[in-house]
């Protein structure tokens, strides 16, 4: 069966960004000039995944106004004749079919993605988190599909990290997949997956394997999920979830493997980390990356400080 839907979860209270984020959704924060989940819903569009469920929250509305269509604006380009603007914001409406669901309480992961479960029903689907932008050049979510399309069951991305970094992050025990899974995807980039922990310290951490925020999953995750006690942090975690699903018979739906990226990715999940994507990406923005670069290199060089300019 082949995948069509995407999640995204976005019910998260964006306290890391407060006072930013007190009447704004974390999402729509702009890096550049796109609202961060414009990027994800972008990306699973490409993917083929034209039907995105978002899981949203209190305050979290004017996420759905962005991929609405918006006449009046539109009118007002129209007429005057901007027709790059009138396109662009245009193409937000036009990315995907999307649906929303609320998550009534901040649980976790898990319990945003078990939310899921009435829309997606008997069919596999990914997951996308926004706090991860993977770049358009990078199918790594076509190719996650092609290995569940291989495989079966559910498919994470992996990405090596330093050990002192590991507890930011899932991990898991990984054994290489033997020979070529997918034509696009080379020898030795696919692993099994056992011993799922979620944000472990360096010494109990199965690898140094991070799980990023793309999966493709089995529906059986759901009869999971239901059953997944909150781990850490007192939230329902995906990754709990993932742990049991790769002991549950292929037959039944189980079995995990993660296909490592290597490919760029920008995280926007704290501030320093929000800084660094937007320079990364507005240094290779088509309109503004040279003029940017630049300005850049002169305030490096020390010689655009203290400027009025
Ligand atoms: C979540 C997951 C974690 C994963 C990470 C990827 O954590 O729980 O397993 O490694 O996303 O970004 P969060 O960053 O939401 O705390």
């Known amino acids: 069966m082949t995948v069509t839907k995407a999640v995204i979860p976005a019910a998260g209270l964006g306290t890391r960004f407060l006072p930013a984020t007190k009447a704004v959704p974390k999402e729509l924060l702009p890096v550049v000039d796109v609202p961060a989940i414009e990027y994800v819903v972008r990306e699973a569009s490409a993917a083929g995944l034209s039907n995105v469920l978002l899981i949203t929250g209190k305050t979290k509305?004017?996420?759905?106004?962005?991929?609405?269509?918006?006449?009046?604006?539109?009118?007002?380009?129209?007429?005057?004749?901007?027709?790059?603007?009138?396109?662009?914001?245009?193409?937000?409406?036009?990315?995907?079919?999307?649906?929303?669901?609320?998550?009534?309480?901040?649980?976790?992961?898990?319990?945003?993605?078990?939310?899921?479960?009435?829309?997606?029903?008997?069919?596999?689907?990914?997951?996308?988190?926004?706090?991860?932008?993977?770049?358009?050049?990078?199918?790594?979510?076509?190719?996650?599909?092609?290995?569940?399309q291989a495989l079966g069951g559910s498919v994470v991305a992996l990405m090596r990290v330093p050990r002192d970094q590991i507890s930011l992050y899932g991990s898991a025990a990984a054994e290489p997949v033997p020979g070529v899974v997918t034509p696009e995807l080379p020898a030795g980039s696919v692993f099994r997956l056992s011993e799922l922990v979620e944000k472990p310290s360096p010494a109990e951490a199965p690898s140094d394997f991070a799980i990023i925020g793309r999966y493709v999953l089995d529906p059986a995750v759901f009869a999971v999920l239901e059953e997944t006690a909150p781990g850490r942090g007192g939230e329902i975690q995906l990754t709990d979830a993932l742990a049991a699903l790769a002991q549950v018979d292929p037959a039944a739906g189980g079995g995990l493997h993660g296909v490592v990226f290597s490919g760029r990715r920008y995280d926007t999940g704290d501030r320093l980390d929000y800084l660094k994507a937007v320079v990364r990406m507005a240094l290779d923005h088509p309109e503004l990356g040279a003029d940017f670069g630049a300005w850049l290199t002169e305030f490096v060089d020390g010689k655009d400080r203290d400027s009025s300019q």
């Open 61 to 148: 509305g004017a996420i759905l106004d962005h991929f609405d269509r918006a006449w009046d604006v539109e009118a007002l380009l129209e007429e005057k004749g901007d027709l790059t603007r009138l396109r662009a914001i245009r193409q937000s409406a036009e990315l995907a079919i999307i649906h929303a669901v609320r998550q009534p309480a901040p649980r976790g992961l898990g319990h945003a993605v078990l939310c899921a479960k009435e829309h997606v029903g008997d069919e596999p689907f990914a997951v996308l988190l926004g706090d991860d932008l993977i770049d358009a050049r990078d199918p790594l979510l076509t190719n996650m599909i092609a290995v569940r």
